[in-house]
């Protein structure tokens, strides 16, 4: 039946299909085939694996397709007919390990998750109760450890394509030094990726444009942690409208492979990205993050870190365990992920059965989660924390310098007010960062933001992150006949934002 479709006055496609191979593939949102052809001239050429489309587009480009219309449809209906007839090869060619929805069963695929002994359920069941002691705000345990759970199970949840059941991803924010690393890396503990620093614990620098990012969530379906990401920065922009496609969606990009087609990258890992600038405000974008601010006040004391650091390398292996644990519950439970809306109450069901299996009483903390932190209330703690190193900055440098350059007649009518200091820093040009323009406008320069990490303050990344939040702009200016971008504010404005008045 299939040689009827090659008569040489018809001619549509000027070879024929003589092995068909179909690539079965979970995690790819099209069907592959590998074809090997055979020309009048017996000659053989093998194309794929790729699409129908991309065989019919590199059919073409060796010139091999006469009629293009009907070769679009005739190449689909050969594969119909090989794959009616059972002349097809089907194959599975996963490489990508994890969890995936397969005729509404969960499957799992070359996962190396084990059976978890008696004496490891209790001993992981311990460590997690004392770890969530070891967390001044218990509720980021919990919603960490809920969170790494579902995590490999997120593609899954992606695949059942309901609107609302995807899963977030982890935002860790705020001041440095806080443990944000430290959780992400429990939660990759859990299915033993902690260790892997090359496809797991990654820095930005690996994701920092859609393509690397693309490359990044395609491994796996088990959790990526991606330190000190940069999202504010206008140039990120479009990396920012990618992850938030890859959180609801299965694929992460769509590569050109040719001209005319596009090539899908799935978006299998699920992300937790720590940085300390706060996340982008754009609502579409906290809408699919959890996001979590740190505070000064969440800093450790240096015993702290150290006790927490040697337990944490003693026993953190022993965190796999759990991951053990709830692979085989879910696969065995499978109308656990399909029957409950919402993933907190997966985790939830799952961590009362592990401490059930574990014999021990289902702590408390297993039902906390975090509530999230107004925007507004981390800008004004941030704000704060900027106006504290100005006032430091501007009454140090006055201290230091006023009797020095002053004489006692000065000293004896000193009116030390901020605005005074302030005045007399700029005017003695005191200050490297803060300038006098003789309109009266304070100028403040780019290595501002140097000197704040210096102090530690890392959520200012740029000139123009410190511009927004002093409402002013970035501007070229002309000084001492170069041009350097800096920020402009009225001295009034200046003063108003480091001493708010009182209303
Ligand atoms: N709950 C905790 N109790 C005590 N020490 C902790 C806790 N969590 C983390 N630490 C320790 O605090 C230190 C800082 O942790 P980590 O590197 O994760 O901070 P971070 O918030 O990622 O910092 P940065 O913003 O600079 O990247 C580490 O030594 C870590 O082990
Ligand atoms: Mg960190």
Redesign the pocket.
Known sequence: MIEQQIQYNKVIINAVPVKITRNENPAAIEIKFDIKFETPTGLHIKIGPKTIEEILAELKSKGLVYKTKAAEEALPAILNAYYRENKMIIKSELETPGFYLENDKIVSYKTDQKEATQDEIKQCADLLNDLSN???RKEIFATVVKWALIAPFSYVLKQMQHDDRWLPWLY?HG?????????GRIALAVWRKNKDRKKHDIGFASVDNIARFGRAVCYNTYPILI??VQLNDERQKQLVEALKHAVQSQTARARLSTKSTAEFIAALSPCIL?S?PAPPEDPAFQRRIIPIH?STDDE?SAE??A???TF?KDNIDKLGTFGDFAVNYILNNQETIFTKSDWKDIATELLKAFFKAAEKEVPAWIYDFVQESQVQDIAEEQEQIIRGFLTKVVNETYTRNYRALTSSADQAHENNDFENRLLFCLDKDLISFLKRKSTGEVLIMHDIVKEMKAQRI?HISNLAELGRRLQSEVKATKLGGNTVRLVAIPIQKFIDFVLPPLS
């Open positions: 070891r967390y001044n860790f001041w440095t030094n806080t443990g944000k690393t430290t959780t330190n000190e720590t300390n740190y450790p702290e870190r006790r927490f650091n944490l890392n």
